[in-house]
C-alpha cells in the first residue's frame, strides 16, 4: 500500500488518526517485507497480527500464511479491513482490545507466529502476556519503539537490562533487530522504531511455577536499582537462605541486580525454591 493511497482511504472515510492509539502506519513496501521475511513464513503457518490498522502488513501476511487472525481496536479502521479483505477466506478479523482478548481467553498459541506493527502504547504488556501464556507464541516478530526494542534484547550490565528484558528472555532468545526510519510511518512518528525478532525456547528455562517465582524475583531485585540485591531479596527470604544461594553462584553481596544475568537469575530462583 502506498502513502498517496493510504492518505486517500483515509480523507475519503474521514477517519482521523488517534495518537492514544497508537496509530502511525508503516507504508515502505520494502520494511514491510523485511519484516514479512524475518518472520518466516510458509503456508502452514498461522499469524495473529495485532493492530492491522488498514492492512499493509496484513496483506503480505495473507499471502505468505495459512491462516491469520487480527485483532483491531478501533472500529472505523475495522470496518475498513472487513470490506477491504472481504474475499479473503483465510483471515478472521476480530473488533477488540487485544490485551483484554489475550488476557480473558487465554488461548494455546504454542503453533502461531505474532507479527505486528503494534500500538506502542500497549506494547509491553502484550508481549509479557503472551510470553507467560500457557503456551506463548513460537516467534515474536514486533515493531515497536526503538527504545522499547532496546530493553526487550539487552544483556546484563547493558543501560537498557532490566525487567523486561528478563520476562520476555526467559521464553525467548533475540535473534535480530531491524532499525526502521521515522518516515517510513504515517504520520512519521516523534521516536525511533525497531522490528524485533525473537524465537521461543527449545525448552522452557523453568516450570510454570517456578516461572511465576522468577518474575517476582526479577521484579522485586530490581525494584530500586541503586540497593543491593541481596539487601532487597532480604524482605521476603532468610538472610542464611540467601547468602548461601549467592555463594553457590559466587554472587558477591554486594551485587546489583543489573549486573545478574538471565542464567544465574534462573539459578537462583531455583536454589531460592528448593
Ligand atoms: N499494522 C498497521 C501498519 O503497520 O500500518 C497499523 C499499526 S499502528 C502502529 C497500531 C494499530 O493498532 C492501529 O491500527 C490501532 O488502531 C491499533 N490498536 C491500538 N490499540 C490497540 C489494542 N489495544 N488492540 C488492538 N488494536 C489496537
Given at each position: 500500500?502506498?502513502l498517496?493511497?493510504m492518505?486517500?482511504?483515509?480523507?475519503?472515510?474521514?477517519?482521523?488518526?488517534?495518537?492514544?492509539?497508537?496509530q502511525?502506519?508503516l507504508?515502505d513496501?520494502?520494511?514491510l517485507?523485511?519484516?514479512?521475511?524475518?518472520a518466516?513464513?510458509?503456508?502452514?503457518?498461522?499469524?495473529?497480527e495485532?493492530?492491522?490498522?488498514?492492512?499493509?502488513?496484513?496483506e503480505?501476511?495473507?499471502?505468505?500464511a495459512?491462516?491469520?487472525l487480527?485483532?483491531?481496536?478501533?472500529?472505523?479502521?475495522?470496518?475498513f479491513?472487513?470490506?477491504?479483505?472481504a474475499?479473503?477466506?483465510?483471515?478472521?478479523?476480530?473488533?477488540?482490545?487485544?490485551?483484554?482478548?489475550v488476557?480473558?481467553?487465554?488461548?494455546?498459541?504454542?503453533?502461531?507466529?505474532?507479527v505486528?506493527?503494534?500500538?506502542?502504547?500497549v506494547?509491553?504488556?502484550?508481549?509479557?502476556?503472551?510470553?507467560q501464556s500457557?503456551?506463548?507464541?513460537?516467534?515474536?516478530?514486533?515493531t515497536?519503539?526503538?527504545?522499547?526494542?532496546?530493553?526487550?534484547?539487552?544483556?546484563?550490565?547493558?543501560?537498557?537490562?532490566?525487567?523486561?528484558?528478563l520476562?520476555?528472555?526467559?521464553y525467548y532468545?533475540?535473534?535480530?533487530?531491524?532499525?526502521?526510519?521515522?518516515?517510513c510511518?504515517f504520520?512519521?512518528?516523534d521516536?525511533?522504531?525497531?522490528c524485533?525478532v525473537?524465537?521461543?525456547?527449545?525448552?522452557?528455562?523453568?516450570?510454570?511455577?517456578?516461572?511465576?517465582?522468577?518474575?517476582?524475583?526479577?521484579?522485586?531485585?530490581?525494584?530500586?536499582?541503586?540497593?543491593?540485591?541481596?539487601?532487597?531479596?532480604?524482605q521476603?527470604?532468610?538472610?542464611?537462605?540467601?547468602t548461601?544461594a549467592?555463594?553457590?553462584?559466587?554472587?558477591?553481596?554486594?551485587?546489583?541486580a543489573?549486573?545478574?544475568?538471565?542464567?544465574?537469575?534462573?539459578?537462583?530462583?531455583?536454589?531460592?525454591?528448593?
Amino acid at each position: 500500500m502506498k502513502l498517496s493511497e493510504m492518505k486517500q482511504i483515509l480523507a475519503s472515510g474521514q477517519i482521523q488518526l488517534t495518537k492514544s492509539l497508537g496509530q502511525n502506519f508503516l507504508h515502505d513496501q520494502n520494511q514491510l517485507r523485511r519484516i514479512a521475511d524475518a518472520a518466516e513464513l510458509t503456508k502452514t503457518d498461522k499469524v495473529l497480527e495485532i493492530g492491522p490498522g488498514l492492512g499493509p502488513l496484513t496483506e503480505l501476511l495473507v499471502e505468505r500464511a495459512g491462516e491469520v487472525l487480527a485483532i483491531e481496536k478501533d472500529q472505523r479502521l475495522f470496518d475498513f479491513l472487513l470490506q477491504r479483505f472481504a474475499g479473503s477466506h483465510s483471515l478472521k478479523l476480530l473488533h477488540d482490545d487485544a490485551l483484554d482478548y489475550v488476557r480473558r481467553e487465554q488461548r494455546d498459541w504454542s503453533d502461531w507466529k505474532l507479527v505486528a506493527n503494534l500500538p506502542y502504547s500497549v506494547a509491553s504488556p502484550i508481549l509479557v502476556e503472551l510470553a507467560q501464556s500457557p503456551g506463548c507464541p513460537e516467534r515474536l516478530v514486533v515493531t515497536l519503539q526503538l527504545e522499547v526494542a532496546n530493553r526487550i534484547v539487552a544483556q546484563a550490565d547493558d543501560d537498557d537490562y532490566g525487567v523486561l528484558s528478563l520476562l520476555i528472555q526467559l521464553y525467548y532468545e533475540p535473534k535480530g533487530l531491524l532499525k526502521i526510519p521515522a518516515d517510513c510511518f504515517f504520520p512519521a512518528p516523534d521516536v525511533d522504531s525497531a522490528c524485533v525478532v525473537l524465537v521461543r525456547r527449545p525448552q522452557p528455562l523453568l516450570s510454570p511455577e517456578l516461572s511465576v517465582a522468577f518474575a517476582r524475583l526479577v521484579k522485586l531485585s530490581l525494584s530500586q536499582r541503586r540497593k543491593m540485591m541481596l539487601k532487597l531479596l532480604k524482605q521476603n527470604w532468610p538472610v542464611e537462605k540467601l547468602t548461601a544461594a549467592f555463594e553457590q553462584l559466587q554472587l558477591s553481596p554486594q551485587i546489583r541486580a543489573e549486573k545478574v544475568t538471565l542464567e544465574q537469575f534462573v539459578k537462583l530462583t531455583q536454589l531460592l525454591h528448593s
